[in-house]
């Protein structure tokens, strides 16, 4: 055997011994891919039915909120139409107010002033007196 021969021999033994090692590596790889796509199957099992349970739970929470969306927008109007009746009818009572309150306060002293009149008429006094009041206190 010479020189060529015997280098061209352990070459070809190194490049099996070199194929070897990467055909262990390589079924190694595929032992582990196999597990991983079992893994990734189980995985699956046990997530679709919690995926399903929260689409299903999104879609209830988006119902509840256009149901609470729904109810606050009616519920915006009758406070507008609230706050209108309100507002309303502070208008109308400040406006009998302000129409009947001299008329009522006149005639009350009318009344207060027939009565005491009567009173002195047929002659019984009641110690109440007439007061003058400045007229610079009555404004104030």
Same mark, same amino acid.
């Given at each position: 055997?010479?020189?060529?021969?015997?280098?061209?021999?352990?070459?070809?033994?190194?490049?099996?011994?070199?194929?070897?090692?990467?055909?262990?590596?390589?079924?190694?790889?595929?032992?582990?891919?196999?597990?991983?796509?079992?893994?990734?199957?189980?995985?699956?099992?046990?997530?679709?039915?919690?995926?399903?349970?929260?689409?299903?739970?999104?879609?209830?929470?988006?119902?509840?909120?256009?149901?609470?969306?729904?109810?606050?927008? &009616?519920?915006? !109007?009758?406070?507008? *139409? #609230?706050?209108? $009746?309100?507002? %309303?009818?502070?208008?109308? +009572? &400040?406006?009998? !107010?302000?129409?009947? *309150? #001299?008329?009522? $306060?006149?005639? %009350?002293?009318?009344?207060? +002033?027939?009565?005491?009149?009567?009173?002195?008429?047929?002659?019984?006094?009641?110690? %109440?007196?007439?007061?003058?009041?400045?007229?610079?206190?009555?404004?104030?």
């Amino acid at each position: 055997m010479t020189a060529g021969d015997l280098a061209v021999t352990l070459a070809a033994v190194l490049c099996a011994i070199g194929f070897a090692a990467l055909i262990v590596v390589l079924v190694r790889v595929l032992d582990t891919l196999r597990s991983l796509r079992a893994e990734v199957a189980s995985l699956r099992d046990e997530t679709r039915p919690l995926i399903a349970e929260m689409q299903a739970s999104t879609q209830h929470a988006r119902d509840t909120m256009e149901t609470a969306r729904s109810d606050l927008e &009616r519920f915006d !109007r009758v406070l507008g *139409s #609230a706050e209108a $009746i309100s507002d %309303a009818v502070e208008g109308s +009572g &400040r406006v009998a !107010r302000t129409a009947l *309150s #001299a008329p009522v $306060i006149k005639l %009350a002293g009318l009344a207060t +002033g027939t009565s005491r009149a009567v009173r002195r008429m047929r002659g019984r006094h009641t110690g %109440a007196q007439v007061v003058h009041v400045p007229e610079a206190r009555r404004r104030a």
